[in-house]
């Protein structure tokens, strides 16, 4: 009896999946929407030739910015999809639940790609983060939208994933860490989980990990000094190694301010790798030093990770984070993502948030996608 064709099957591609263990060349199939193969020599109604280039189940990128138009932080979701290989965009609190309808109805629905979404506890997310205006949204407490924030989020689980909180300096101020504490209490009602911001102290890095719960995310977990996951001596602080063994995600969310080779080096040394690899993508980091995923990627090579390693933190750990084993994965009868990427021997100048350039002989770059069983050009930024 012969096999009936899948759909679409990407053939002689250096396939590069860790949830199934694969790293090998091989093709990948799609039939309505779903994985369907994976092995040599498929047929499809649809073969679409990918030899010299790697090909990945869908990038995830845990930390995004998508509410285009509905924030001053915005970027377009498809646009970026295409531009970055990225399947799944994580919008992590861009919209609150005063706004959240609007980011659903204007963007969510519409786009191609796909947007989870991690909503904010402050009534209207993150409403004030321009190159003029930027006023914390987390420094008056009279945001602070609990009752709210459950009752959009139980209305919404299709898309809400989990609840967002920023703390810090600058996101917080006056109010310090009580912003967490009531986005853990609406995470506790909702049966979510969080990821919290930190960004300069107070509070310090060590109070906000300790508060988290297993399956919660810490971002900006490279970021540099003040308020370091290290001691100055390079030794891990306590509360960090404490954090990892209960379950919390480490995020890089690179951004416009939280990614340091100081930090990003010494942790990697020691042995202390993030759990996800993210660029927190918005309006005033993708002309730099953020740009996108890939080149977030990038810099974790040129730190001396391999390419599976850097898979799994854009793939299966991502997943995780937001309850979703149909994502990231090649099994069969999983969402029908994949992400079609090329390393290219092309030298390039790394920068992080503090200046510091690291030259790299190779960049990670954008061939195509498949997102839903359906194939999308990559389109290069202008």
């Not at 399947?87 to 989870?116: C, M, Q, W, Y």
């Not at 599976?308 to 994965?329: E, K, N």
């Amino acid at each position: 009896m012969t096999t009936p064709p899948h759909d679409l099957v990407l053939t002689g591609g250096h396939v590069i999946d860790p949830s199934t263990g694969n790293d090998r060349i091989t093709d990948v199939g799609f039939t309505d929407g779903k994985v369907s193969g994976l092995g040599d020599g498929l047929t499809g109604t649809t073969r679409r030739d990918v030899a010299g280039h790697i090909v990945t189940p869908g990038l995830i990128d845990l930390h995004t910015h998508v509410y285009w138009g509905g924030t001053s932080l915005g970027v377009d979701a498809d646009d970026y999809a295409r531009q970055s290989a990225v399947t799944t965009s994580v919008d992590t609190g861009s919209a609150g639940p005063g706004n959240f309808a609007g980011f659903r109805k204007h963007v969510i629905e519409p786009a191609t790609s796909r947007v989870l979404v991690y909503l904010h506890v402050s009534f209207a997310g993150i409403y004030a983060f321009s190159k003029s205006i930027m006023v914390g949204e987390s420094h008056d407490f009279r945001l602070m939208a609990a009752r709210e924030a459950a009752e959009v989020a139980q209305a919404n689980p299709d898309m809400i994933i989990g609840i967002k909180v920023r703390v810090g300096r600058h996101a917080s101020g006056p109010t310090g860490i009580m912003p967490l504490d009531v986005a853990l209490d609406v995470a506790d009602v909702t049966g979510l989980p969080i990821m919290v911001h930190i960004d300069e102290p107070p509070p310090t890095y060590e109070a906000v990990v300790d508060r988290l719960r297993p399956g919660d995310v810490l971002t900006h977990c490279f970021r540099p000094f003040p308020n370091t996951p290290m001691y100055g001596d390079g030794r891990i602080k306590e509360a960090v190694l404490a954090a990892r063994k209960r379950g919390v995600f480490f995020d890089v969310g690179h951004g416009m301010g939280s990614f340091s080779w100081q930090t990003a080096r010494t942790m990697v040394d020691a042995g202390f790798l993030p759990d996800t690899i993210s660029s927190d993508v918005h309006a005033l980091c993708i002309d730099g030093p953020a740009h996108d995923l890939l080149r977030t990627m990038t810099k974790f090579h040129a730190l001396g990770l391999s390419l599976p390693q850097i898979v799994s933190a854009t793939t299966t750990a991502p997943a995780a984070a937001v309850r979703r084993p149909d994502l990231g994965t090649f099994a069969d009868g999983s969402t029908g993502d994949a992400s079609v990427i090329a390393l290219e021997d092309n030298p390039i100048a790394l920068e992080d948030v503090t200046g510091v350039l690291v030259e790299h002989p190779q960049r990670l770059t954008a061939r195509g996608l498949v997102i839903g069983g359906h194939w999308h050009d990559a389109v290069a930024r202008g």
